[in-house]
């Protein structure tokens, strides 16, 4: 079945530092691959999406690029500030017979960003 | 405006009760879903209704049953409840492709009902 592997949590790190975080994952056929962002309290956001190899999602400074030879979507900011403290979820999706898509989570990734 | 709401934001019940949960989207989607996340933040689909349709039926005990009374509500009644019933549970909607096309269409997310079972 379609598994999805991201790195273990927390990340820890200060104001303007580079981010990365790792997600592989395992599909059969072509699925879409996401990023959700999760803010304390809150529900998910849509951060980025990527449906077709070699696509670049971005959005508020994040980046991923979708890389089928390696099966990996990692995620990027140059420069990360407070405000993108939360958990940040990796996520690939399989459409489904009779309408809508599946989302297969990774564990999610802490990121706690300081002063 | 709210897109995804659910009611309650907070449920805090007794083992063995029977509890619901309501979801209702003001997005004209037609497909909706119910995710759980455990205490350590894992997402899992447990559900999903396209056109008051049931299409996904993930690995969920039967006291979990999910009903559409119309694409807009998707509503979660647990009988029965049980300690590793304490979770967050999340309602998602999102559009489906046209008849015969694939789709991958994001999927907008409630803020959560947070289930605590005593």
């Known amino acids: 079945g379609n598994s999805v592997t991201q790195m273990e949590g927390p990340v820890t790190l200060s104001e303007e530092a580079f981010l990365t975080i790792n997600c592989t994952y395992t599909a059969t056929g072509y699925p879409s691959l996401f990023w959700y962002v999760q803010y304390p309290g809150e529900g998910l956001q849509l951060l980025l999406k990527a449906t077709k190899a070699d696509d670049k999602g971005s959005n508020k400074g994040f980046e991923a690029t979708y890389r089928k030879e390696t099966t990996s979507f990692h995620l990027e900011k140059g420069s990360v500030q407070v405000s993108d403290s939360a958990v940040y979820f990796c996520?690939?999706?399989?459409?489904?017979?009779?309408?809508?898509?599946?989302?297969?989570f990774g564990t999610g990734t802490q990121l706690k960003v300081e002063l | 405006d709210t897109a995804v709401s659910q009611t309650p934001k907070y449920l805090v019940t007794q083992m063995g009760n029977d509890k619901s949960i309501k979801c209702e989207q003001n997005?004209?989607?037609?497909?909706m879903y119910w995710y759980k996340q455990d205490s350590k933040k894992f997402l899992k689909i447990m559900f999903s209704y396209n056109n008051k349709e049931l299409i996904i039926n993930e690995t969920v005990p039967n006291r979990f049953s999910p009903k559409s009374p119309d694409k807009a509500h998707l509503n979660l009644h647990i009988n029965s409840l049980e300690l590793g019933d304490s979770a967050v549970y999340f309602c998602?909607?999102?559009?489906?492709?046209?008849?015969?096309?694939?789709?991958?269409?994001?999927?907008?997310f409630g803020p959560g009902t947070r289930l605590t079972v005593l």
């Open positions: 996520a690939l999706s399989d459409p489904v017979t009779g309408g809508g898509n599946k989302l297969t």
């Open positions: 997005l004209g989607h037609d497909t």
């Open positions: 998602a909607s999102s559009r489906s492709g046209l008849a015969g096309e694939i789709s991958y269409n994001e999927q907008f």
